[in-house]
């Protein structure tokens, strides 16, 4: 049970929006931890899609976007395409634990 | 162009000992700090250790705390990750990754990734 809870999976067909929220509490993503989030492709490298909760690395498309409220953030990807079917994670800073920490994954499947 | 490329996984027996490394290239290594990031078949990612940029300042995830340590070769650009008193349950893969500041910080972020070197732990 991950202490940044996800849901296990996602799916949208071509050119729709889906959104993967990350669930934390007061000690990590409600104490002003910046989160940010990661694609996963087995056998390749992960990537860095969005840092400091709402920013995007140059050359992540504008098609993905993140926000955070309260305890919780959330990953937008609209115009769905099949090269986004991948694994995405949320990370974040828990002070309790004093160690930084990744929601379980979200696997998104194109339909 | 940031380049990362692990090295030195492979199968060990349950107690054993492994050295793994990562070769740094395509930016100022010294001015960045580092970290190992795992993945177990089929599970999620976990945060294993850090380092900050001079090497002066480890940090450890409660689960290897004790058995694994961190370090750095800032003069050849190389991370290592020594792995003792290794069990099953430290099977992964397990990856490199730069950070976006010289420390460490309760903001770290992870901007660049290796693929990742494999590491087995079975008699």
């Known amino acids: 049970q991950s202490v940044l809870t996800q849901p296990p999976s996602v799916s949208g067909a071509p050119g729709q929006r889906v959104t993967i929220s990350c669930t934390g509490s007061s000690s990590n993503i409600g104490a002003a931890y910046d989160v940010h989030w990661y694609q996963v492709v087995p056998g390749r490298a992960p990537k860095l899609l969005i840092h400091g909760n709402k920013n995007r690395p140059s050359g992540v498309p504008e098609r993905f976007s993140g926000s955070k409220s309260g305890t919780s953030a959330s990953l937008a990807i609209t115009g769905l395409q099949a090269e986004d079917e991948a694994d995405y994670y949320c990370q974040s800073y828990d002070s309790g634990l004093n160690a930084w920490l990744f929601g379980g994954g979200t696997k998104l499947t194109v339909l | 162009e940031v380049q990362l490329l692990e090295s030195g996984g492979g199968l060990v027996q349950p107690g054993g000992s492994l050295r793994l490394s990562c070769a740094a290239s395509?930016?100022?290594?010294?001015?960045?700090?580092m970290t190992w990031v795992r993945q177990a078949p089929g599970k999620g990612l976990e945060w294993v250790a850090a380092i900050s940029g001079s090497g002066a300042t480890p940090y450890y995830a409660d689960s290897v705390r004790g058995r694994f340590t961190i370090s750095r070769d800032n003069f050849k650009n190389i991370l290592f990750l020594q792995m003792d008193r290794l069990g099953a349950e430290d099977t992964a893969t397990y990856h490199c990754?730069?950070?976006?500041?010289?420390?460490?910080?309760?903001?770290?972020?992870?901007?660049?990734w290796g693929q990742g070197t494999l590491v087995t732990v079975s008699s």
């Open positions: 990754a730069k950070e976006g500041s010289v420390d460490i910080l309760p903001g770290a972020v992870h901007d660049f």
């Open positions: 395509g930016f100022t290594f010294t001015s960045y700090a």
